[in-house]
């Protein structure tokens, strides 16, 4: 199968993947808060955001085994493959340990004190954060196994357990509403006992499929590739953690300064946005180890070359859903939420501008993670992502309004840290600048103006009412398509789609 089809193949699983998650988590929580109630519900949530904290260490170690193990992939050396899992296994064993130590010492400062949790629920709640800890560990250490099924693209396997999990999860969540006893305490159990089910099927599927994964040699690993995968797993963690800080930041800045009226807003324009992150994001996740693995095998323009597409059509993907939603915001909050906080709509337009810009660079990351030299990157990159909170506290000090916390984030996180990317990208593989603004950005720009000139022409004479204002939306879906197709994508890429879909209809037309 070659590399195109490949990629599309496994995109394709990844959004059944997303939209059956999507849909079956929705009606999951429904059940779960139903059964829980408003108070247990809430306070499962306190204790699992909690552990969420620690979670940029869990992230950062396995970026390091999926750029290794398919770096090693590229180059063909079957003895490398084999040390780096057993060195990343010994790795995420270790991390387990050390997460494992750093939750129980933080048990003893958020049960004293920190955590706001109602009388009479404390040892129950102690209970819960015991199974979630048990839940991290195993998440832990199974991402070696996850690394090996990226690095073989096997997205078909990764997508069947994500629905796996949603489905166990629905029936938890069923579970719990019949049980006659103490239904957090129950589902905590259940939860860690789902935790450890995945992991078994998992770690199962990966021993009889890839040799690489077999037990027997998990003792045989290279202390070198220990040192450079913990290396590069922490520059990576300096940069994801600098994130956070901001991020977390900004909404603690909000808070302190305007109340949780505006935090309730910027949740729901964190929440939206985060939902079309991940339709670039599933994109990004098929094409990532293709691109590491050309790397590894020395194929430097070919890397370059699925670096740029990556960049065109994941801003083409996001900006497809993005714009008509953008357009007409206060129509689809409207049809959402039953009450719009006041801001709500103006920090859900800010976000969504951020993530169009984000989509134009954001391969070029994968790229220089790939090339595997990091470090000055992500120094540089950190204080570009650590910036905007320290001059959003200034501002808002001096009164300004609190758009210009996701302001300062487009400015510095966005604009200044794209920068940064385009000039490492340059100076560590080459990456033509010219090349970039010709086939990425002009296209993508060019397509951005011609939407939004139609929408702009089109608006004015369609009237206020939701039905028509619902179906002037779905009208710029449409229009989008073709748009696309004439204007942003080059005269190859309209071949490459033509022959994808040619090969997709003789391969249907065989059975």
């Known amino acids: 199968m070659s590399t195109v089809n490949r990629v599309v193949k496994n995109t394709l699983f990844l959004y059944a993947r997303m939209g059956t998650s999507i849909v079956v988590s929705v009606l999951t929580t429904r059940i779960l808060l139903d059964a829980l109630g408003a108070s247990d519900y809430g306070l499962y949530n306190v204790v699992a955001g909690a552990l969420a904290m620690l979670g940029f260490l869990s992230a950062s170690m396995s970026t390091a085994s999926l750029r290794y193990m398919s770096y090693a992939e590229g180059k063909g050396d079957i003895t490398a493959i084999q040390t780096i899992f057993n060195s990343s296994v010994r790795l995420h064993r270790m991390l387990a340990l ?167 807003a910027l949740g729901i324009a964190t929440q939206l946005q985060g939902a079309l ?10 094409l990532t180890p293709v691109l590491v693995k050309k790397e590894g095998a020395n194929q430097r323009h070919q890397m370059l070359e699925i670096s740029y597409a990556g960049c065109k059509f994941s801003f083409l993907l996001f900006s497809f859903f993005a714009l008509p939603i953008l357009f007409s915001m206060p129509v689809v909050l409207q049809l959402w939420l039953k009450e719009v906080p006041e801001w709500t709509v103006l920090f859900c337009m800010l976000w969504f501008v951020s993530g169009l810009i984000e989509q134009l660079y954001h391969f070029l990351y994968q790229a220089i993670q790939a090339e595997g030299n990091i470090k000055r990157f992500n120094i540089c990159s950190s204080i570009a992502n650590i910036i905007p909170i320290i001059l959003t506290c200034v501002e808002f000090q001096f009164g300004f309004q609190p758009y210009w916390a996701i302001l300062n984030w487009i400015i510095f996180r966005i604009m200044v840290d794209g920068i940064i990317y385009i000039y490492f990208a340059h100076k560590l593989i080459g990456l033509s600048v010219l090349r970039w603004i010709k086939y990425v950005l002009i296209p993508c720009l060019a397509s951005f103006v011609c939407i939004s000139c139609i929408y702009w022409r089109i608006r004015p004479q369609v009237s206020d009412s939701l039905l028509v204002q619902l179906s002037l939306l779905i009208i710029m879906f449409i229009i989008s398509l073709p748009v696309y197709w004439y204007v942003a994508l080059s005269r190859n890429d309209r071949h490459v789609f033509s022959s994808i879909v040619t090969n997709m209809r003789r391969r249907k037309s065989l059975y």
């Open 98 to 264: 050390l997460v494992c130590g750093l939750y129980i010492i933080a048990g003893f400062f958020l049960f004293n004190g920190i955590l706001n949790i109602p009388s009479g629920r404390e040892t129950t709640a102690m209970i819960v954060y015991g199974c979630l800890i048990f839940s991290t560990v195993f998440s832990i250490t199974i991402t070696p196994y996850d690394a090996v099924l990226n690095a073989h693209e096997n997205m078909f396997f990764y997508s069947l357990v994500g629905i796996i999990d949603v489905f166990l999860k629905l029936t938890i969540a069923v579970l719990i509403s019949y049980s006659d006893y103490d239904r957090l305490l129950f589902y905590g159990l259940l939860m860690a006992g789902e935790s450890w089910l995945l992991r078994f099927i998992t770690k199962c599927y990966c021993d009889r499929t890839y040799p690489v994964c077999r037990a027997k040699s998990i003792k045989e690993h290279d202390n070198e590739i220990l040192k450079k995968m913990a290396s590069f797993a922490g520059w990576n963690m300096l940069n994801i953690c600098a994130g956070m800080i901001s991020l977390y930041g900004m909404t603690i800045a909000i808070n302190h300064f305007f109340g949780t009226l505006l935090n309730a």
């Open 277 to 286: 992150m991940g339709v670039s994001g599933n994109m990004s996740k098929a």
